[in-house]
């Protein structure tokens, strides 16, 4: 089931969803477990992120007992590509938290056996005892993690080929559509379902259709996000903007 939630703004709900992380880190971390955390990259998590260091910052949010997967990485970029996900992760969360290295998954962009890579990856997952909470982003083709249409929710953690208007989306952040990559590594729809807690985050006019489809549509591989009504603890997080096709 999807619960939408309006927020004023991106500060709000960012403050909102980093609260909500927090409360369950501490409450974790007190009966000595530890917390697992999915995580997505772009441009819509960012104050989610700038929130959570200002929270380690001046309110001592410890992440040691945090273990976190993150959901996708682009094939062929290493972590010393300015446009990795890794070095995305490194400069906008990782270099300042206390998240253990070891910690610290995320899928390998380089890795020379995809196939065994993405198997690793859910055993990975299994063994930290699945995903507690997942933050996800949604793409206009409708794509969560880099789920493209079509992408059924039995799929799993695999090499994919990206949607073009993905790669025109994310031209931006490369400057020129040849530098964006064709394939990439990402959970799957099943991976994300298994998480026991997804909060989804939209901002933004340009994300209200694809909202709407996710959130009305009869659940199908055409829409990956549609599975998301499947879950039993699914929020989406969205401004005024993105939820405005959302009225019947
Ligand atoms: P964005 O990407 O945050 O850059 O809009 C979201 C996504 O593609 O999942």
Not at 115 to 131: F, L, M, N, P, V
Not at 193 to 222: D, M, Q, Y
């Amino acid at each position: 089931m999807i619960t939408t939630r309006l927020h004023p703004d991106k500060r709000t709900a960012a403050q909102a969803i980093a609260r909500e992380m927090a409360e369950l880190i501490v409450l974790r971390s007190k009966s000595g477990k530890p917390t697992v955390l999915g995580l997505a990259t772009g441009s819509t998590p960012l104050p989610l992120y700038a929130e959570l260091i200002r929270l380690r910052r001046e309110e001592g949010l410890s992440f040691r007992s945090v273990i976190t997967f993150n959901l996708d990485e682009y094939e062929g970029l290493g972590p010393e590509h300015p446009q990795s996900y890794r070095r995305f992760m490194e400069e906008n969360f990782f270099a300042h938290v206390d998240v253990p290295k070891e910690s610290i998954h995320i899928p390998d962009g380089l890795a020379r056996d995809a196939a065994r890579a993405c198997a690793d990856y859910e055993a990975s997952i299994r063994a930290a005892g699945g995903i507690d909470l997942q933050i996800l982003g949604i793409g206009r083709t409708g794509h969560i993690g880099f789920n493209e249409p079509p992408s059924s929710a039995d799929s799993r953690t695999r090499r994919v080929h990206l949607d073009e208007l993905t790669r025109r989306d994310n031209s931006v952040f490369f400057g020129d559509l040849a530098q964006v990559p064709h394939g990439a590594l990402t959970m799957g729809v099943a991976t994300i379902l298994e998480a026991r807690r997804v909060e989804l985050i939209a901002f933004g006019e340009g994300k209200a259709e694809i909202v709407r489809r996710a959130v009305r549509e009869t659940p199908s591989a055409a829409c990956p996000a549609t599975w998301l009504q499947r879950h039993p603890r699914c929020t989406f997080h969205l401004d005024a903007p993105a939820a405005s096709r959302l009225q019947p």
